[in-house]
């Protein structure tokens, strides 16, 4: 009997001016690398928009290193700042 793998969460998060596609560009860079997209929560706050996006990367064609490299190049061309690390880190970084 196959060992069941332990999940490996991640945590997008996504601040920046609204302009369209961003939800798109991120959700294809993810499908591309083999990432399940788990929960999604987005607001427009006035002209900002704000994401918090988290992902499944336990059977990911990419690493941790390589899609965090591709996120930080997609937040350059978009003009938004992206961050991408690890549920336990994310955590441990917003605990109360």
Same mark, same amino acid.
């Given at each position: 009997?196959? %060992?069941? %793998? ?12 609204? &302009?369209?596609?961003?939800? +798109?560009?991120?959700?294809? !860079?993810?499908? %591309? ?13 006035? +002209?900002? #928009?704000?994401?918090?996006? +988290?992902?499944?990367?336990?059977? +990911?064609?990419?690493?941790?290193? &390589?899609?965090? %490299?591709? !996120?930080?190049? !997609?937040?350059?061309?978009?003009? !938004?700042?992206?961050? #991408?690390?690890?549920?336990?880190? #994310? &955590? ?5």
């Amino acid at each position: 009997m196959a %060992k069941k %793998k332990t999940r490996q969460i991640c945590i997008v998060t996504v601040t920046g001016i609204d &302009k369209v596609g961003i939800i +798109a560009k991120i959700s294809t !860079l993810m499908a %591309k690398a083999n990432v399940n997209i788990i929960d999604v929560s987005q607001r427009i706050m006035e +002209a900002y #928009f704000v994401m918090t996006m +988290a992902c499944d990367i336990t059977d +990911a064609t990419a690493d941790i290193d &390589k899609l965090h %490299k591709q !996120l930080g190049r !997609l937040g350059k061309d978009m003009d !938004l700042n992206i961050t #991408f690390q690890h549920e336990n880190i #994310f &955590k441990m970084m917003h605990r109360v």
